[in-house]
């Protein structure tokens, strides 16, 4: 199969600023993360393929089609934004249900594809509570089962691990990896670099509203593992948690920024990551939120771009 | 997508504020019911219902509903989840419009008939006697709301803020417009409205109101203003981006 996401020196602009600079580059089949600090144009990229934006130049196509006001290529793709903003006053189901009839499907079938969806990513528990009572994690599943739903072609993921929980995070990246396994093809955003080799090493790098390399993330991990990667966690027991990770021997640091907040360094963000669930079910520890702020990728980027 | 916006407009708080402000005519012919007022009767529920319900109670519950539309999904970004459904902008945009001409009716109408209702009763008239009255505000609610959801329907498309404009064109063009010499009158809804109330009600507080436009001709006049408006908002919505923040 040819590229899932083909772009020519794609332009944007908002006004006077630049929100892409002559973006090239090609997506593969399979799982591609798109890689890059915040206000690099990775949600730019993402509005333009789905139609939300119009290019200013260059030529942007969508598994061959172009995008803009494109109805019919939307039945292709499943799209998860990165605002967590959903309706409501919609309980989990009728989200789901209601996008559903929206792709033409039958009441009976949407409400039975919907329960389905919502197993997938594991919220058949709160498919009854209105979204408005969701925590950022199950938001995140709620947003990524309305858009694996109507079985797209193409997901298209726009940082789908922001905020959520260890637990989420587990079973966010199992519903992409499943999906990927199916035949689909996923492009996922991020700016934790981390979270994106969990499920795949195709990576696009974008920094300044251009793609600055592309291909295996191995390739340039030996050059990121030399920045301590900064971990943001909300917890109601930031102390026991510190005391827990500073027995890791990769942490570098540990600060308590806000109350319920710990901040942390580490050199070895794959081993922090995969530990992290494990020291927080062993302590019967709340965390409720995981952040990492760019400021690691960004000293990387700034490295690549000169 | 009608479904999902009746259900956003009824059900949310938005659509109890506005209930419960739609059913203000009641609580007036109400109170003057119980009080006893000795002038109260069918000529004196006319009077209160068009500065009252059309000029205020109305504008107000179409503005808020109208303007919510398509302006709420951007600031609360969920227009994405919208936008990436084979549907077509205008598809969606009319969809909405449609979804927002049956809650207003279901919000606005049943006022109507139950302070009518209330008025004949305590002027011991029988709810046939003045049947042209409950007629002729029932098709002026319906048409204003038809004609002035389009109108804010189309500010909310194009406008980042909608309200304000909103407010203006309702409740001071609207109000002052009637007072101004000439034709003037006739660039307000307001005007086309009173038409089509003078036509359908010989007699009452509309009869001293000078139009040259008849009933049917005003209400053509006014779905042709509001075909206008719901075309332009769906082209206008199919050409625009949105850049919305996280």
């Known amino acids: ?306 | 997508m009608t479904v999902l916006t009746i259900r956003y407009l009824l059900s949310t708080r938005r659509g109890l504020a506005t209930l419960a402000l739609s059913w203000i005519p009641l609580l007036l012919v109400s109170s003057l019911a119980l009080a006893r007022v000795p002038s109260f009767g069918i000529l004196l529920f006319q009077s209160l219902m068009v500065p009252l319900f059309l000029q205020i109670v109305l504008i107000f519950v179409t503005l808020v509903n109208a303007t919510s539309l398509i302006r709420e999904e951007i600031d609360d970004n969920t227009l994405p989840y919208l936008l990436t459904r084979p549907v077509s902008k205008p598809t969606l945009a009319l969809s909405k419009y449609a979804g927002y001409l049956v809650a207003a009716m279901v919000l606005l109408l049943p006022p109507v008939v139950v302070a009518y209702g209330v008025t004949a009763a305590y002027a011991g008239t029988g709810l046939g006697t003045d049947s042209e009255v409950l007629a002729g505000f029932l098709a002026a609610t319906a048409l204003a709301v038809i004609a002035y959801g389009a109108l804010f329907f189309f500010l909310s498309v194009v406008l980042r803020k909608p309200l304000t404009v909103g407010l203006l064109i309702g409740f001071v063009w609207e109000s002052v417009v009637g007072s101004l010499p000439g034709s003037v009158p006739k660039l307000s809804l307001i005007y086309y409205l009173q038409s089509v109330l003078k036509g359908m009600i010989p007699v009452g507080s509309l009869s001293g109101f000078a139009t040259d436009v008849t009933a049917p001709v005003a209400a053509t006049v006014l779905i042709v203003f509001a075909v206008i408006m719901v075309v332009l908002a769906a082209v206008m919505f199919q050409r625009m981006e949105f850049r919305q923040k996280a």
């Open chain 1, 1 to 306: 199969m040819s590229a899932v996401v083909e772009a020519k020196g794609v332009m944007k602009w908002y006004g006077e600023v630049l929100g892409l600079n002559g973006f090239t580059a090609s997506f593969n089949p399979g799982i591609t993360g798109l890689v890059g600090p915040n206000g690099a144009g990775k949600s730019t990229l993402f509005k333009l393929l789905i139609g939300q934006l119009h290019a200013n130049g260059g030529d942007l196509r969508l598994l061959g089609q172009d995008p803009w006001n494109n109805v019919e290529l939307k039945r292709k793709i499943g799209y998860c934004p990165e605002s967590n903003q959903l309706y409501g006053w919609l309980t989990g189901q009728a989200f789901v249900e209601t996008l559903l009839r929206l792709d033409g499907m039958r009441a009976d079938d949407a409400r039975k594809t919907a329960e389905e969806s919502l197993a997938f990513v594991g919220l058949t528990g709160a498919k009854d509570r209105p979204l408005r009572t969701y925590s950022r994690g199950m938001r995140q599943r709620a947003k990524l089962a309305q858009a694996l739903a109507h079985a797209p072609e193409l997901l298209i993921l726009d940082e789908p691990l922001s905020g959520a929980d260890p637990m989420a995070r587990v079973q966010i990246l199992r519903a992409i990896s499943d999906f990927a396994k199916r035949g689909g093809h996923v492009i996922m955003s991020t700016h934790v670099l981390y979270e994106v080799e969990r499920v795949t090493s195709n990576i696009v790098l974008i920094h300044n509203g251009k793609a600055i390399a592309s291909g295996d993330l191995h390739a340039i991990r030996a050059l990121i593992d030399e920045h301590p990667h900064a971990v943001r966690i909300a917890t109601s027991k930031p102390r026991d948690l510190a005391q827990a990770l500073t027995a890791m021997e990769h942490i570098v640091s540990v600060e308590f920024p806000a109350p319920e907040t710990l901040l942390v360094r580490t050199r070895k963000p794959d081993a922090f990551y995969r530990e992290l669930p494990e020291i927080v079910v062993d302590r019967n520890l709340d965390v409720h939120g995981l952040e990492s702020p760019d400021d690691s990728l960004e000293a990387v980027f700034r490295y690549l771009v000169g």
